[in-house]
């Protein structure tokens, strides 16, 4: 019961991720799963020049896809290296304060995160662009202008909170004798903070970077409006998805949960060893201590079946079924698509000239049935069409 | 090197709050000087005084006849010794005993060399490679130690460091402690509430009481001479006997209490009158079963209540005809089967072995 309670979260939680990394694999212009055109990697490539001209751009020739990330990994940059210093002073002065101050400097110093993101954009860009009025033609005017700078800092208003609340967590742990014992033993207060704090914080450090930088890299609603001409990611995501979603969007959506997996996996992975390296030493210090040989009796562990088993299968047997699917029906490769584009072809010649059989013949735009002097009883070609009508009652 | 420290007239307060009150006491080069008091009597105010954590609010500390005021921690030649040690969880054992040399800028290999001395100097040599968690208890005390000696200060202070050892492991460090000091042969100012500690380790002793210094001396003099009832009762325990003074003996006083009369000595320094209410003290092992033939110049009427065994000695807890308690103890060598609950017995005990002082507060157990 457990475990189907279990898939049913995890079904409502990835559905929609998976559903979409498949249709990013459908040659079709709109992302679907059906009707299947055919199995193609084009999304994440050139993408496609439609029967009508028109360039559908996939993950790879999207320029202005390619220049959004561009700024939004700038943006990321700078926000990391400006809020992650505020977030730590901040959380280091909160340290030092004591009494009733303490509150309502913890209160003033979350306050960013409880504001609408929309505002803290929208003020940044009022605010400089007063700021670059004042100096005329110059740098000033140029940089209160520019939309990366304004939103490295619309986005380090709020993002630096968090890194405040990060290290403020791991700095309630900090045994402040520590401080002490340093400046006892000689060391400056300079010394004290490289020696002694930072090395304690930099676990806290290397997260509240990683978080800022995806705060950053996945924030709409302040940098639409700090962003002012330019564009990021996100920026360009939203205006395509205005014009219609492509499946090259699912494209990208599936690189970028499968760098995100990637990543997840290196740290799990990288995390394990380190603790086993720890766990090993720890054993090995034991073993010195203790002459027990109980001890240094090795156990061997039995093979297990992991327990997230049923759902690798269940994965499994989908894919396999689909792929069989897809291989039978020959529904992939580029004899698939260019069926395909052949068949659209022809039956939008075939709408083509429908439309033109029905065209208008000039007489008829120009006298003719719509428009010219005849009665507006005639105007549906059909003068006896409200002859019986009655009225509204 | 050792320095003589010399604190003057030192007062902190917080707020209204005296933490220490006119504190004036010298310590010599090269001693071993406890301050003894409970928690919250300000001994640790005075330690982080002359550490300077903490400035003075009045008065001067002085170390080597050199006034430190306005000079910071780290510019003072003490080191302290953290009641929980303090030491840096992210280095190794070598990092930590040289993090003094390092921050003096002090190269790698010098570093290097007398992190290992000072090994040899704890008994872990080679262990310099593993983290501080990796060691023991009383390994870590020892690291303390070495790192507060690595840079040869003048003064060593040490801030309860024993307080979270085990008891067996609590006395083998105050020995080595006391080794410690006679081989780098530097002034130890030792802080504790541990009477048994201070005694064993000291030279000399301060008993502090709510931020005020009650009494300076040697050990054997402030447990036998107390100078108040406080100190009587801290260092110590001691029997109290309320009573009026009704006549003076040369330099002994008689006391009449509700139990009866008894005699004993008074201090030099805090004679007594006819008349004056005052507290003679006597301690459970100068309580003594008299045997045929004992002369004793006191005898006390006490009904036994219960009985303790501790190991090396027993306790008794009785009670006099006026309900107060009292407790003495016997070596367990000496038998005792004869002494139940609910018995009558005579105690007897020296008047030399028995202090009087002014009526004062005592120390709350």
């Known amino acids: ?393 | 090197m050792s320095a003589d420290v010399e604190l003057s007239d030192v007062s902190v307060t917080f707020g209204s709050f005296y933490a220490a009150k006119n504190v004036n006491v010298k310590v010599n080069g090269g001693e071993f000087f406890s301050f003894l008091g409970p928690s919250g009597c300000g001994k640790t105010t005075l330690l982080r005084a002359i550490s300077g954590f903490q400035e003075p609010s009045e008065g001067k500390v002085l170390i080597d006849n050199k006034d430190m005021s306005g000079i910071g921690p780290n510019k003072r030649p003490t080191a302290l010794i953290f009641q929980n040690l303090a030491l840096f969880p992210l280095m190794s054992v070598s990092e930590n005993i040289a993090f003094s040399l390092e921050v003096r800028g002090v190269s790698k290999e010098e570093r290097k060399k007398r992190a290992d001395e000072l090994l040899e100097l704890i008994a872990l040599e080679g262990q310099g490679d593993k983290k501080v968690h990796q060691l023991s208890g009383g390994q870590k005390q020892r690291v303390a130690i070495a790192r507060a000696l690595a840079v040869e200060p003048k003064v060593l202070l040490l801030d309860e460091p024993l307080s979270a050892l085990d008891l067996k492991l609590r006395q083998r460090m105050r020995t080595e402690l006391r080794e410690i000091q006679k081989r780098v042969n530097i002034t130890f100012i030792y802080i504790t509430h541990d009477q048994g500690e201070a005694l064993t380790m000291s030279d000399r002793i301060a008993v502090m009481n709510e931020g005020e210094l009650e009494q300076i001396g040697k050990c054997d003099e402030v447990y036998n001479n107390p100078l108040t009832p406080f100190v009587a009762t801290f260092v110590g325990e001691n029997n109290p006997l309320y009573g009026k003074v009704t006549g003076i003996e040369g330099d002994k006083a008689r006391i009449e209490t509700a139990d009866g009369q008894y005699l004993a000595t008074m201090n030099e320094s805090k004679k007594l009158n006819i008349g004056d209410e005052s507290i003679a003290f006597v301690r459970p092992e100068s309580l003594f079963i008299p045997r045929d033939g004992d002369n004793f110049d006191n005898k006390i009427d006490v009904n036994i209540e219960s009985f303790e065994f501790e190991g090396n000695l027993k306790n008794f807890y009785a009670s006099l005809k006026s309900g107060a308690k009292i407790k003495f103890s016997v070596p367990n060598a000496i038998d005792t089967s004869s002494i139940t609950s609910g018995s009558s017995i005579v105690l007897g005990f020296e008047s030399s072995k028995s202090v009087i002082l002014p009526k004062a507060s005592l120390a709350i157990d």
């Open chain 1, 1 to 393: 019961m457990m475990g189907i309670y279990i898939f049913i979260f995890f079904a409502y939680l990835f559905g929609p991720l998976i559903i979409m990394s498949i249709t990013a694999f459908n040659s079709a212009e709109f992302p679907s799963i059906t009707p299947w055109e055919c199995f193609s990697f084009r999304w994440f490539n050139e993408g496609k020049i439609a029967y009508d001209g028109q360039h559908l751009a996939g993950l790879l020739s999207d320029w202005r896809l390619h220049d959004g990330i561009i700024s939004s990994l700038i943006i990321g940059a700078g926000v990391v290296t400006l809020s992650v210093p505020i977030g730590m002073a901040a959380a280091i002065v909160l340290t030092q304060v004591r009494s009733q101050l303490r509150d309502i400097y913890y209160s003033i110093s979350i306050m960013p995160v409880l504001f609408p993101g929309v505002i803290i954009g929208i003020s940044t860009v009022v605010l400089w662009d007063r700021i670059a009025g004042l100096g005329g033609e110059g740098f000033i005017a140029d940089i209160g202008r520019n939309g990366i700078f304004l939103t490295i800092l619309a986005q380090t208003c709020f993002i630096s909170t968090y890194c405040f609340l990060i290290f403020v967590a791991r700095l309630q742990r900090f045994d402040q004798t520590q401080e002490e014992a340093a400046l006892d033993l000689g060391a400056s207060q300079t010394q004290v903070f490289f020696k002694i704090l930072v090395p304690y914080l930099s676990p806290a450090i290397a997260s509240a970077a990683v978080i800022a930088f995806l705060f950053s890299f996945e924030n709409y609603n302040t940098t639409v409006f700090s962003i002012l001409s330019d564009q990021t990611l996100t920026t360009v995501i939203a205006s395509k998805v205005r014009l219609g979603i492509s499946p090259a969007l699912s494209a990208l959506a599936l690189t970028i949960i499968a760098l995100t997996i990637i990543a997840a996996v290196t740290y799990e992975v990288l995390r394990r060893k380190a603790e086993k390296r720890y766990a090993e030493s720890q054993e090995k210090f034991v073993k010195e201590k203790a002459a027990d040989n109980r001890i240094n009796k090795k156990y061997k562990a039995g093979f297990k079946i992991p327990k997230g088993i049923t759902a690798i299968l269940l994965i499994v047997v989908f894919a396999t079924y689909g792929a069989t699917q897809i291989v039978k029906n020959d529904l992939y490769g580029q004899s698939c698509i260019d069926a395909a584009d052949k068949e659209k072809k022809s039956k939008f010649l075939e709408q083509l000239q429908t439309l033109e059989s029905n065209e208008l013949t000039d007489e008829e735009l120009s006298g003719g049935s719509l428009g010219g002097n005849q009665d507006y009883g005639d105007i549906f070609g059909d003068p006896s069409l409200f002859q019986d009508f009655g009225g509204f009652d």
